[in-house]
């Protein structure tokens, strides 16, 4: 398991209220040992002009995945992770339903962490892919 301890789906989405996470109704739905899932509507909130899913949505979706996912791997009491690098390619649109993000590690070092973060649509069909780097710095 990677997780520095024990945590729950109500925990996570039980956080502080008012952030981006809340506006996109993002909602974490799986944890694993090693994975972390959340899933996000393609809605009025998350479409771009054109019908489809916008790709910012899906970054924030992405990020969120892989922001959480680092702070739950560190020690909260000394550090926190904080986004240093996110890229992502947007592979199909999504006009509807909910696009749900798995996210996993590929390094987590000392000063930084990188996570995968696949994006699906409801058919099961990869919409996107995205790499984020995490830094994590001293808690101040």
Not at 110 to 121: A, E, F, N
Request: charge should be neutral; charged fraction near 20%; include cysteine.
């Amino acid at each position: 398991m990677i997780w520095a301890k024990e945590f729950s789906l109500e925990d996570l989405n039980g956080r502080p209220k008012g952030h981006i996470g809340e506006v996109m109704e993002i909602e974490f739905t799986e944890i694993t040992p090693d994975s972390l899932s959340a899933r996000m509507p393609v809605n009025e909130k998350t479409r771009q002009p054109y019908g489809i899913l916008h790709g910012g949505a899906s970054v924030v979706l992405a990020e969120t995945l892989g922001s959480v996912a680092s702070n739950l791997v560190i020690n909260s009491d000394k550090y926190i992770g904080v986004g240093l690098e996110v890229n992502a390619n947007h592979l199909r649109p999504v006009k509807s339903g909910f696009v749900t993000g798995v996210c996993t590690p590929i390094h987590i070092g000392g000063k930084t962490h990188v996570w995968d973060i696949k994006l699906y649509d409801q058919r099961g069909k990869m919409t996107c892919v995205s790499r984020l780097t995490v830094a994590i710095i001293p808690k101040t």
